[in-house]
T-cell receptor, first 109, second 113 residues
Framework: GEDVEQSLFLSVREGDSSVINCTYTDSSSTYLYWYKQEPGAGLQLLTYIFSNMDMKQDQRLTVLLNKKDKHLSLRIADTQTGDSAIYFC?????????FGTGTRLKVLA | EADIYQTPRYLVIGTGKKITLECSQTMGHDKMYWYQQDPGMELHLIHYSYGVNSTEKGDLSSESTVSRIRTEHFPLTLESARPSHTSQYLC????????????FGAGTRLSVL
């Protein structure tokens, strides 16, 4: 299909790791992105990965890319209450983004 | 911090009114975008522009129109607002070099009564 899919909700305890999954559709996407949206705000870029990479790590964030299965994941280590937000993956098609459905992460103290 | 601004942040308006949502960026970006975000979170591209005097419709059909007379300014207009236009509207911009990172404004939450 044409949709970029994510699970809608994820709940974790503070200090645990969070893993947010995304299935995308266009194998020719050059870059794939993860954005974060806090309540009442726009989207903020967290990280991105080039399509010829399998993994990218940036402090507490780890992105894994499985091109064969068109699967992208974002792992947040040592999840904090400030990480509670909506997380979007996005694939790029000719300068336009196709966003995933968004995953609402709730971090329990 | 991204230099992209949307006004107003919140707007409550009656049916049939004409409204313009403003979006400005000071980064000199060529590309600008308007997204509509459903209450259930999903974002849909409704308009985009690759430069001055260039505008295209996005993937989601919208009754709104846009203009791009200046690089920094990309306003969205609804000639006659209806309750079905109630939504959050997000503006974004990106440059033409390398990775196409989009920078987002804080959004305009529109309610049409």
């Amino acid at each position: 299909g044409e949709d970029v899919e994510q699970s809608l909700f994820l709940s974790v305890r503070e200090g645990d790791s969070s893993v947010i999954n995304c299935t995308y559709t266009d194998s020719s996407s050059t870059y794939l992105y993860w954005y974060k949206q806090e309540p009442g705000a726009g989207l903020q870029l967290l990280t991105y990965i080039f399509s010829n990479m399998d993994m990218k790590q940036d402090q507490r964030l780890t992105v894994l890319l499985n091109k064969k299965d068109k699967h992208l994941s974002l792992r947040i280590a040592d999840t904090q209450t400030g990480d509670s937000a909506i997380y979007f993956c996005a694939e790029e098609r000719t300068y336009k983004y196709i966003f995933g459905t968004g995953t609402r992460l709730k971090v329990l103290a | 911090e991204a230099d992209i601004y949307q006004t107003p942040r919140y707007l409550v308006i009656g049916t049939g009114k004409k409204i313009t949502l403003e979006c400005s960026q000071t980064m000199g970006h060529d590309k600008m975008y308007w997204y509509q975000q459903d209450p259930g979170m999903e974002l849909h591209l409704i308009h985009y522009s690759y430069g001055v005097n260039s505008t295209e419709k996005g993937d989601l059909s919208s009754e709104s129109t846009v203009s791009r007379i200046r690089t920094e300014h990309f306003p969205l207009t609804l000639e006659s607002a209806r309750p079905s236009h109630t939504s959050q509207y997000l503006c974004a911009s990106s440059d033409s070099a390398g990775v196409n990172i989009q920078y987002f404004g804080a959004g305009t939450r529109l309610s049409v009564l």
